[in-house]
């Protein structure tokens, strides 16, 4: 419920704060008095478009904060928790808009993107105006209004979703069976590559391995060389590294007196002349194990020349060939009987056709159902509003095309009798401005009494009625705010009388600047408003009294 409407800087509004309370609330004041800031502010705050032009003259930037009491809103509160904006009980929208047009929107004081303020706003209010009179006349209006009332907005969504998955298998189909002859030549390059790769079977790291061991075995002769030289200088020559180190030890063992300070180094040199013998014997066993295998080289190196063809067949290193081989394996069994295969796909196409009908034919069943619910409402609250001869019929139009279409197996067309015997025709062809007028407002009563928004505003939805049928308009608004909240924006004396809550707007002049002012009526104050929209400027005793009457009537009907 919207508790309270703060707006600075906003078109001639300087300032203007409003509290709220639950029940209807008329707002009511000259033409051209500002009556529309509210209801434009409040729309701005559920995320509507902004406009440089509405901020004040000579201000830097307009300000609108709504605060709303969600504590009996559950799917406001779910969402709030979801996206870590809740605050208890409470949630405050706020919109700034720069004399630049720049505009930022809050929630519950965090920066948030305007589609967020718009998904919260849907839960939180409902804007009715005399401009949905126009949308009335368009199929898709009707078609939304429908599946609102029979409860079957997520069914709906639900076979748009599956519609769309049908669609883009249906075009993938199409375009798959249109390149068939490409596809064909392409699945035959493939295998063919495919297998090349698959009889290389190269494995990751075997390229660095065989030329790992190509370097060795192209370097035998020289490592048999090397090493025998090696065994040569560490053991078996008269000046070997062994017999030098032998030597030296005899030498240091022979001294005359034993030196302490030489202990270490002799300890060193026995340990040399072990570790030079283990090594001589390690190099001796290796020189004579060791045999250059020129088969083997032959066959290392063949293997490297295949692989380095192929990488350059490809135009790509050699250490890219497993990789691009999974790869066109991957691409070949995707076209070659994978899911983008011709069989695949006409069999994804079958099933998402089937899924698509199953909750097409659900939103059928619901549609159909609620349609006679709400033609049957309709017509009750369209007598009521003096139009009992005007036959009001949801037509639903089966779509025999033989395709899915995004909205299901039907379309949807509200139509009307005007008079008895006559065929039910588009609203388009037979209902008047004022006509049209009442059965917008009583399509929007009937919806927004199933409707689960605790806040509905009805922008002059009024227009075009008066006697006897205007006191029924307040009656029909001040029913819907007994179950919740109602604001309306009205020129009618009868339906502003029947108001929980009365906002008079007018204006002023001050300093060569015009400003706004929005105040909250007492009893008084009230039947003087009502005098007012009686009888203009000229305020009788008579019209005092009439409104006096008119206004003590409209209290006491719904007690």
């Given at each position: 419920m919207l508790t309270e409407?703060?707006?600075?800087?906003y078109a001639i509004a300087e300032k203007v704060e409003l509290h709220f309370s639950r029940g209807m609330t008329a707002l009511t004041g000259e033409t051209g008095a500002g009556k529309s800031i509210v209801l434009d502010a409040l729309g701005l705050a559920m995320g509507g478009r902004a406009d440089a032009g509405a901020v004040r003259h000579g201000a830097k930037r307009a300000d609108i904060t709504a605060s709303f009491d969600v504590s009996r809103i559950p799917e406001a509160r779910h969402w709030l928790e979801e996206q870590e904006l809740d605050d208890a009980e409470h949630c405050i929208l706020r919109r700034s808009i720069s004399k630049e047009g720049r505009s930022r929107a809050f929630i519950n004081g965090q920066p948030c993107p305007l589609s967020q303020l718009k998904e919260l706003g849907g839960m939180l209010m409902d804007i009715h105006s005399q401009h949905q009179h126009q949308s009335l006349l368009r199929k898709e209006t009707h078609r939304k209004?429908?599946?609102?009332?029979?409860?079957?907005?997520?069914?709906?969504?639900?076979?748009?979703?599956?519609?769309?998955?049908?669609?883009?298998?249906?075009?993938?189909?199409?375009?798959?069976?249109?390149?068939?002859?490409?596809?064909?030549?392409?699945?035959?390059?493939?295998?063919?590559?495919?297998?090349?790769?698959?009889?290389?079977?190269?494995?990751?790291?075997?390229?660095?391995?065989?030329?790992?061991?190509?370097?060795?075995?192209?370097?035998?002769?020289?490592?048999?060389?090397?090493?025998?030289q090696?065994?040569?200088?560490?053991?078996?020559?008269?000046?070997?590294?062994?017999?030098?180190?032998?030597?030296?030890?005899?030498?240091?063992?022979?001294?005359?007196?034993?030196?302490?300070?030489l202990a270490d180094t002799l300890q060193m040199l026995g340990d040399a002349?072990?570790?030079?013998?283990?090594?001589?014997?390690?190099?001796?066993?290796?020189?004579?194990?060791?045999?250059?295998?020129?088969?083997?080289?032959?066959?290392?190196?063949?293997?490297?020349?295949?692989?380095?063809?192929?990488?350059?067949?490809?135009?790509?290193?050699?250490?890219?060939?497993?990789?691009?081989?999974?790869?066109?394996?991957?691409?070949?069994?995707?076209?070659?009987?994978g899911e983008g295969s011709l069989e695949k796909l006409e069999a994804e196409l079958e099933e998402h056709r089937t899924h698509f009908d199953?909750?097409?034919?659900?939103?059928?069943?619901?549609?159909?159902?609620?349609?006679?619910?709400?033609?049957?409402?309709?017509?009750?609250?369209?007598?009521?509003?003096?139009?009992?001869?005007v036959q009001f019929v949801t037509h639903l139009n089966r779509n025999d095309a033989g395709e899915p279409a995004p909205h299901g197996l039907e379309d949807i067309e509200f139509l009307v009798s005007a008079n008895p015997g006559q065929p039910a025709r588009s609203l388009a062809k037979v209902a008047s401005g004022g006509?049209?007028?009442?059965?917008?407002?009583?399509?929007?009563?009937?919806?927004?009494?199933?409707?689960?928004?605790?806040?509905?505003?009805?922008?002059?939805?009024?227009?075009g009625i008066g006697g006897g049928t205007a006191e029924v308009v307040g009656r029909l608004l001040r029913s819907l705010g007994d179950n919740g909240q109602v604001l309306c924006v009205t020129h009618l004396p009868q339906v502003a009388a029947q108001s929980h809550q009365h906002l008079f707007v007018s204006k002023f002049t001050e300093s060569d600047a015009t400003y706004s002012r929005i105040e909250?009526?007492?009893?008084?104050?009230?039947?003087?408003?009502?005098?007012?929209?009686?009888?203009?400027?000229?305020?009788?005793?008579?019209?005092?009294?009439?409104?006096?009457?008119?206004?003590?009537?409209?209290?006491?009907?719904?007690?």
């Open positions: 409407l703060t707006v600075s800087n209004l429908l599946d609102e009332f029979a409860g079957a907005e997520t069914l709906a969504d639900d076979t748009r979703a599956a519609w769309k998955t049908w669609r883009q298998t249906h075009q993938k189909l199409e375009q798959r069976r249109q390149n068939a002859d490409e596809a064909e030549a392409r699945i035959q390059l493939l295998r063919y590559q495919v297998e090349e790769l698959d009889r290389l079977a190269l494995q990751d790291g075997e390229q660095e391995a065989l030329e790992q061991e190509q370097a060795q075995l192209s370097q035998a002769d020289e490592v048999l060389h090397s090493s025998h090696a065994v040569l200088l560490c053991t078996e020559d008269d000046n070997s590294a062994a017999s030098l180190v032998r030597q030296a030890l005899h030498q240091l063992e022979q001294l005359p007196v034993e030196v302490p300070a002349q072990i570790q030079i013998s283990e090594a001589g014997d390690n190099l001796r066993r290796f020189v004579e194990d060791y045999e250059a295998d020129p088969a083997r080289l032959a066959e290392v190196e063949e293997r490297l020349s295949s692989i380095y063809q192929m990488a350059r067949k490809h135009r790509i290193t050699p250490e890219e060939l497993p990789d691009f081989h999974q790869k066109l394996s991957e691409e070949l069994a995707e076209l070659d009987g199953e909750l097409a034919g659900q939103l059928t069943d619901k549609r159909q159902q609620a349609a006679a619910n709400l033609d049957q409402r309709i017509a009750e609250e369209l007598a009521q509003l003096s139009m009992p001869s006509e049209l007028s009442r059965i917008s407002l009583a399509i929007q009563v009937v919806v927004a009494q199933t409707s689960t928004t605790p806040t509905l505003v009805f922008d002059e939805v009024d227009v909250t009526l007492d009893d008084q104050g009230r039947i003087d408003e009502v005098a007012r929209m009686l009888g203009g400027m000229d305020m009788t005793k008579q019209t005092l009294a009439h409104a006096r009457e008119m206004f003590t009537k409209g209290q006491a009907t719904h007690h």
